[in-house]
């Protein structure tokens, strides 16, 4: 899952030469997990409130510092202790001693020639840190009126969708709350969002206009969208954590309009992500037949299309103004037909909704093609015509493989052995 984008093999070729790799080994946080020392990144503010009472302080004032850390860890982006001012000091050596404020390991950060951001980040087992570590990836996306961080919920991916380049990852594990909040907060310190931050030098990334919480204008992530590595519903709680954190009005604050989360269809969660979490639903549909979306989208046997759209019409919330995203990857001669195009229409009769119309993302091996562009424009047309939006997605960040269905981390190297033991 992730952003299309459409060149030519020779245009990918020059445009590759043009992108820039930063091989930083950047352990912005070397201060790593190790026995013995919790870290506070992910824990819900009653968590939070609790594990101060388990060092100590009475009710009242653990639901007091907990707000003040709240405050430090995901409004100021503060990492060391040392720098809560509104904290005793004597107070503050205790927190170190005992907690972590930890962040993803950059291996590297590349930046692609229209500003596309694409991190490959570590993160060492919470619970056991000496297990071997995993790699995911993270992507943000600059646009004219918004900045969009695409983030990972598991290491790799259990789903085996035939068309997408994650799905031939095995799954490592799932990602904590924190290690998904950690993506977002590391993001937010490369691109200098939190306050006091500095922008990056490199002349890429345009700033950015519009906002996704309270930070005026400035901000440059303004929409989180779950739709990197992995399938968001089969890490329902983590993920569920994670977006209401960064929902929190003291907190990151982004507008649940500006969050949405993408799902291949994992249907007994469709209706809780509508009531418990709230934020916008994205399905990856990309066939309007079970025949042909068993082998594309292998979930599909579990949970058909009859019992998919039905979860869709009853999503809490659903109206004009916030409308499902059904994406729909564009397959030459696979499902781009009109009779596709038409079915599509019928099928989605009556649910409030928007069709992103995803371009085939070649990567090594696939025996797939995109289809031809006036093919895509005949399909948009007819969906068109039939009243919905159908937005053909602007090619974003495929010269450092940063697109939809291409991102897919060093973890698979990891041994079984390795892998069950990550898992255990």
């Known amino acids: 899952m992730l952003w299309a984008a459409l060149t030519t093999a020779p245009a990918e070729k020059a445009a590759r030469t043009m992108s820039i790799v930063l091989d930083l080994d950047y352990h912005?946080?070397?201060?790593?997990?190790?026995?013995?020392?919790?870290?506070?990144?992910?824990?819900?503010?009653?968590?939070?409130?609790?594990?101060?009472?388990?060092?100590?302080?009475d009710e009242r004032e653990a639901k007091m510092r907990a707000s003040q850390l709240w405050n430090w860890i995901y409004h100021n982006g503060v990492t060391d202790f040392d720098r809560m001012t509104n904290i005793q000091k004597g107070f503050r050596q205790k927190l170190a001693d005992t907690f972590l404020l930890d962040r993803p390991e950059i291996v590297t950060e590349?930046?692609?020639?229209?500003?596309?951001?694409?991190?490959?980040?570590r993160f060492r087992d919470p619970?056991?840190?000496?297990?071997?570590?995993?790699?995911?990836?993270?992507?943000?996306?600059?646009?004219e009126d918004r900045g969009t961080l695409c983030v990972s919920s598991q290491v790799g991916c259990s789903l085996t969708c035939s068309f997408c380049h994650t799905g031939t990852q095995k799954l490592v594990r799932n990602l904590t709350a924190g290690e998904i909040l950690g993506q977002v907060l590391m993001a937010r310190e490369r691109l200098g969002d939190f306050p006091g931050g500095v922008r990056p030098t490199d002349g890429l990334v345009p700033a950015p206009r519009g906002s996704g919480g309270s930070e005026g204008d400035s901000r440059a992530i303004t929409n989180i969208v779950m739709m990197g590595m992995g399938e968001p519903l089969y890490n329902y709680e983590n993920v569920r954590q994670a977006l209401l954190i960064a929902s929190d009005e003291a907190g990151i604050s982004l507008s649940k309009r500006r969050i949405t989360l993408s799902t291949s269809g994992v249907v007994p969660f469709i209706e809780p992500t509508g009531s418990e979490i709230g934020?916008?639903?994205a399905i990856s549909l990309h066939a309007v037949r079970d025949d042909l979306r068993d082998l594309l989208v292998p979930i599909n046997k579990k949970?058909?299309?009859?019992?998919?759209?039905?979860?869709?019409?009853?999503?809490?919330?659903?109206?004009?103004?916030?409308?499902?995203?059904?994406?729909?990857?564009?397959?030459?001669?696979?499902?781009?037909?009109?009779?596709?195009?038409?079915?599509?229409?019928?099928?989605?009769?009556?649910?409030?909704?928007?069709?992103?119309?995803?371009?085939?993302?070649?990567?090594?091996?696939?025996?797939?093609?995109?289809?031809?562009?006036?093919?895509?424009e005949q399909f948009a047309d007819i969906v068109n015509r039939a009243g919905y939006a159908s937005p053909v997605r602007t090619p974003r960040g495929r010269d450092i493989f940063a697109a939809c269905g291409q991102l897919k981390s060093a973890s698979e190297r990891l041994s079984k052995k390795e892998r069950d033991a990550l898992t255990a």
């Not at 590349?110 to 980040?121: A, H, M």
């Not at 619970?127 to 992507?139: A, F, S």
């Not at 058909?304 to 995203?325: D, Q, V």
């Not at 079915?343 to 995109?370: D, H």
Request: aromatic share 8%; net charge neutral; hydrophobic share 40%.
């Open 28 to 57: 912005a946080h070397a201060d790593r997990p190790r026995p013995g020392r919790q870290s506070l990144v992910g824990l819900m503010k009653p968590e939070l409130r609790d594990t101060l009472m388990g060092i100590g302080l």
């Open 110 to 121: 590349q930046v692609s020639i229209d500003g596309t951001r694409k991190w490959l980040f």
């Open 279 to 281: 934020v916008m639903l």
């Open 303 to 376: 949970y058909p299309l009859k019992e998919l759209i039905e979860a869709c019409r009853n999503y809490p919330g659903l109206s004009n103004a916030r409308r499902i995203t059904f994406e729909y990857v564009m397959l030459r001669d696979i499902n781009d037909s009109d009779a596709d195009a038409r079915e599509l229409v019928r099928l989605l009769a009556g649910i409030p909704a928007k069709i992103n119309l995803i371009p085939f993302n070649p990567w090594p091996g696939t025996n797939y093609e995109c289809s031809t562009s006036s093919r895509i």
């Open 127 to 143: 619970k056991n840190p000496l297990l071997p570590p995993v790699d995911v990836e993270t992507v943000y996306i600059p646009e």
